[in-house]
């Protein structure tokens, strides 16, 4: 939006050139969303809580958790909205990357939202059925990932990239489809695992999307791309915008969260941001360097996972409890312990997944 202002300024003044340029609009794009966050949660939280939108909290959980009961959720609106604004305001809102970015983002928002609102307003226990919610899910990451495929204007778009390997990669076809579909559904429902503790979801967040824009701003970029061995994908860099506005409205959102929380992100967050980051690691072809950027994610799932089939086929969990953060709690390590420690270990992954930049 005041990119295409810029451009009609620059032809006057030739300061609004330095526009142009995607590290300067990404940059903007962090502060406008901090500056959003700032402005809004307060009126926010003192909003949800006036209509007592509170968390409920499980009584067969970690003792210290009791105490959470009642305070604000569905705070991710307040992420939704520094995005939205700030992505709009920055980026080139003729990019076809930026849109299937946010509105991948901004539909699975919708589906938390539902979900938290027969919850915490309706004070329907179950919220959205599972299997509508899945449903849903389905619909939005398949109408995404056939979007991108029928849209690709070269093959680099569908081609699976092994990092730490520069000559190997697979042509997809038609499984990108189904790629890219697991990989939107799963990452969303991966972070909303994760979304149990205080700043445990967001952080990590926040370091994943700020990774995905450094893969985003070189491959988008002819002569970043053919150093390091990556595919060029004409435009791509454009996301570096959104992923400055995730990064801003995710530092914004944590100043709230942080422990002990003033507001919890809920559905309406976690669902929205997972499904943002994996869209962001399709459209960068980085699906592979995803997980393992986003090991503490992939932990979560995988503990939830384990614990179920365990208990089925042997009668046995595996963890005190899952997911697995809930096992470290009952295990006696104070909850900021888990959350810091969670957050080095992202610090570790993520520079591990840069690292396959060069590595090659």
């Given at each position: 939006m005041l990119l295409e202002l810029a451009r009609i300024l620059e032809a006057h003044f030739d300061v609004f050139r330095v526009f142009h340029y995607l590290t300067f609009r990404a940059i903007l794009g962090v502060l406008t969303a901090l500056i959003i966050s700032f402005v809004i949660g307060p009126v926010m939280i003192r909003r949800l809580s006036e209509f007592k939108i509170g968390q409920s909290v499980r009584d067969d959980g970690p003792q210290s958790h009791l105490s959470k009961s009642g305070t604000p959720t569905m705070g991710g609106t307040l992420i939704l909205i520094s995005i939205s604004v700030s992505t709009l305001l920055w980026a080139d809102l003729t990019n076809r990357y930026v849109w299937v970015t946010l509105l991948v983002t901004l539909a699975f928002g919708v589906i938390g939202f539902i979900d938290d609102y027969k919850k915490l307003v309706l004070k329907n226990s179950k919220g959205l059925a599972a299997r509508h919610k899945y449903l849903w899910q389905s619909l939005f990451g398949f109408a995404a990932a056939i979007f991108l495929y029928q849209s690709a204007t070269s093959p680099a778009e569908t081609t699976l990239i092994v990092p730490f390997f520069?000559?190997?990669?697979?042509?997809?076809?038609?499984?990108?489809?189904?790629?890219?579909?697991?990989?939107?559904?799963?990452?969303?429902?991966?972070?909303?695992?994760?979304?149990?503790?205080?700043?445990?979801?967001?952080?990590?967040?926040?370091?994943?999307?700020?990774?995905?824009?450094?893969?985003?701003?070189?491959?988008?970029?002819?002569?970043?791309?053919?150093?390091?061995?990556?595919?060029?994908?004409?435009?791509?860099?454009?996301?570096?915008?959104?992923?400055?506005?995730?990064?801003?409205?995710?530092?914004?959102?944590?100043?709230?969260?942080?422990?002990?929380?003033?507001?919890?992100?809920?559905?309406?967050?976690?669902?929205?941001?997972?499904?943002?980051?994996?869209?962001?690691?399709?459209?960068?072809?980085?699906?592979?360097?995803?997980?393992?950027?986003?090991?503490?994610?992939?932990?979560?799932?995988?503990?939830?996972?384990?614990?179920?089939?365990?208990?089925?086929?042997?009668?046995?969990?595996?963890?005190?409890?899952?997911?697995?953060?809930?096992?470290?709690?009952?295990?006696?390590?104070?909850?900021?312990?888990?959350?810091?420690?969670?957050?080095?270990?992202?610090?570790?992954?993520?520079?591990?997944?840069?690292?396959?930049?060069?590595?090659?």
């Open positions: 520069k000559q190997i990669t697979f042509s997809l076809g038609w499984f990108y489809v189904v790629l890219s579909y697991f990989v939107i559904v799963g990452s969303s429902n991966a972070v909303n695992l994760t979304d149990g503790l205080d700043g445990l979801a967001i952080m990590p967040t926040v370091l994943v999307g700020g990774a995905l824009g450094v893969f985003a701003y070189a491959s988008g970029n002819s002569h970043f791309a053919e150093y390091l061995g990556i595919p060029f994908l004409p435009k791509s860099g454009e996301l570096i915008v959104f992923c400055g506005a995730l990064v801003g409205a995710g530092l914004g959102f944590l100043w709230f969260n942080t422990y002990p929380a003033q507001v919890f992100m809920g559905d309406v967050g976690a669902l929205a941001l997972g499904a943002g980051l994996g869209t962001l690691a399709i459209l960068v072809r980085q699906e592979i360097v995803l997980v393992i950027m986003g090991g503490v994610f992939v932990a979560e799932t995988l503990s939830v996972v384990l614990q179920v089939v365990s208990f089925k086929l042997r009668g046995k969990r595996i963890f005190r409890m899952a997911p697995i953060h809930h096992h470290y709690e009952l295990k006696g390590w104070p909850e900021p312990k888990v959350i810091v420690r969670f957050w080095i270990i992202t610090v570790i992954l993520v520079l591990a997944g840069l690292a396959t930049l060069k590595l090659r």
